[in-house]
């Protein structure tokens, strides 16, 4: 079975700049979740989907940060204007259903801001 | 909110040797989940071991055990038999029957493996 695939691994972008993630979750996984990992720090949740619906947004900074996953497989999260602090890796889980608690990881992208 | 609390930073180990990791939460939750997560080096999460908050009985994955204390919310994990593979970052993490799947984390504990 296919795991949590993510892309970029890295990426090293200026302040202002825009910058863009994808994951492609495992196949029949309806649940998935982006985090942010700084370093030192354990995963916070930014946004969670199940299928193509947004159930839990409320860490997400939305004046700068965005996120979809319009046919309820595929996800893409973007951050536009990067700031310095969005220095961070980059999570992607799925899990099948919002009733089953294991969540499965993607290898992360791993974000400088310069 | 919940909270996940890991009061060990860092922690080593000698090999063959068996090493706990504590964590302690905080929630007004009756029915919810806890586990322990590892990341390596090369950052991919990987459950280690699971614990429902219903079951009596503490979970056990072969060389990993917890002692889960439900009512000192205290969760610590037990890795018997060290290996130098099981050096990596260990997350404790909190999921709750209310709060939807979504996983509250520790800020880790890093364990050394001394060959």
């Known amino acids: 079975e296919a795991g949590v695939a993510q892309s970029p691994r890295y990426k090293i972008i200026e302040k202002r700049q825009s910058v863009a993630f994808w994951c492609n979750p495992i196949?029949?996984?309806?649940?998935l979740y982006w985090y942010q990992q700084i370093l030192g720090q354990g995963p916070k949740l930014l946004i969670q989907?199940?299928?193509?619906?947004?159930?839990?947004d409320s860490q997400l900074p939305k004046d700068r940060f965005s996120a979809e996953r319009l046919k309820g497989v595929d996800s893409t999260l973007k951050i536009q204007p990067a700031k310095l602090e969005d220095s961070a890796v980059y999570l992607c889980a799925s899990a099948l259903a919002l009733a089953v608690h294991e969540q499965f990881f993607g290898p992360g992208t791993r974000l400088t801001v310069l | 909110a919940q909270t996940v609390t890991q009061s060990q930073p860092e922690m080593s180990v000698q090999e063959a040797e068996t090493v706990t990791l504590s964590c302690t939460y905080d929630?007004?939750?009756?029915?919810?989940?806890l586990f322990w997560y590892k990341q390596p080096p090369s950052r991919q999460m990987i459950l280690v071991i699971r614990?429902?908050?219903?079951?009596?009985q503490n979970a056990t994955e072969n060389r990993f055990s917890v002692n889960f204390q439900k009512a000192a919310k205290s969760f610590s994990l037990k890795i018997s038999d060290s290996q130098l593979g099981d050096a990596a970052m260990y997350f404790c993490?909190?999921?709750?029957?209310?709060?939807?799947?979504?996983?509250?984390f520790g800020t880790g504990t890093s364990l050394t493996v001394i060959p």
């Open positions: 929630t007004s939750e009756s029915d919810y989940y």
């Open positions: 196949s029949g996984h309806a649940t």
């Open positions: 614990q429902e908050a219903y079951k009596q």
């Open positions: 989907f199940q299928n193509n619906g947004v159930v839990d």
């Open positions: 993490a909190y999921a709750g029957g209310n709060t939807g799947n979504q996983f509250y």
